[in-house]
């Protein structure tokens, strides 16, 4: 059972313009969100994260979203660069417990020049 | 330069030979975390630790050991009775308390024939 998810494999996004990520989870437990940026054969780089007590988060480019209603949480860049291609990771934890962390299978995003 | 280090990028194994991944943080770090990633899913958490000389399984421990003797060294061994153990696997540390962000290794690819 996929606790957290991403339904969009891929997004193809022209440079400049937002690029929107979206993620979906079913544990009413989760609390705390992250966001990671990966390129092939590195590991995750965190990016941004949000607490369950805010409903957005921002830094620089980046904002997180958090409708804890809709358990659904996305994320903006705006704008958009190529280097921005990676594959996005939306994870989440129950912050009281051992802090495991959950991930989402990945979004590819490819910024066009 | 704080960081963390996996070695080998690239491993490679026969069948029935139990083999060991390294992971060293000089961060600080008290927990830290082994996950494994498959070709278009996303991280799956093998083991992790809060402290040293104590660790628990993960979503998917069976086949795999870890020690914690140092709090900065987690190593994973993957031994022969890991059906499928051919993936990139991934290391993580996180400082604990209030700081719930996990930061990751660059991965260690371990193909096993």
């Known amino acids: 059972d996929q606790q957290v998810k991403q339904n969009s494999p891929s997004l193809s996004v022209q440079e400049g313009r937002i690029s929107i990520l979206n993620c979906d989870y079913t544990?009413?437990?989760?609390?705390?969100f992250l966001w990671y940026k990966k390129y092939p054969a590195e590991g995750p780089t965190f990016l941004i994260s949000i607490s369950s007590i805010k409903d957005k988060n921002e830094d620089g480019r980046f904002t997180v979203f958090l409708n804890k209603s809709a358990k659904h949480l996305s994320l903006h860049i705006v704008p958009s660069q190529p280097g921005d291609s990676a594959v996005y990771f939306c994870a989440a934890m129950v912050s009281g417990s051992a802090r495991q962390l959950t991930f989402g299978s990945g979004t590819q995003l490819t910024v066009l020049p | 330069d704080g960081g963390i280090t996996q070695s080998p990028k690239y491993l490679f194994r026969k069948e029935g030979q139990n083999v060991t991944l390294s992971c060293e943080q000089n961060?600080?770090?008290?927990?830290m975390y082994w996950y494994r990633q498959d070709p278009g899913q996303g991280l799956r958490l093998i083991y992790y630790?809060?402290?040293?000389?104590?660790?628990q399984k993960g979503d998917i421990a069976e086949g795999y050991s870890v020690s914690r003797e140092k709090k900065e060294s987690f190593p994973l061994t993957v031994t022969s009775a890991q059906k499928n153990p051919t993936a990139f696997y991934l290391c993580?540390?996180?400082?604990?308390?209030?700081?719930?962000?996990?930061?990751f290794g660059p991965g260690t690819r371990l193909t096993v024939t």
């Open positions: 993580a540390s996180s400082l604990g308390g209030h700081f719930y962000e996990q930061y």
């Open positions: 961060l600080n770090h008290d927990a």
């Open positions: 630790s809060q402290i040293v000389n104590d660790f």
């Open positions: 544990n009413s437990m989760f609390d705390y």
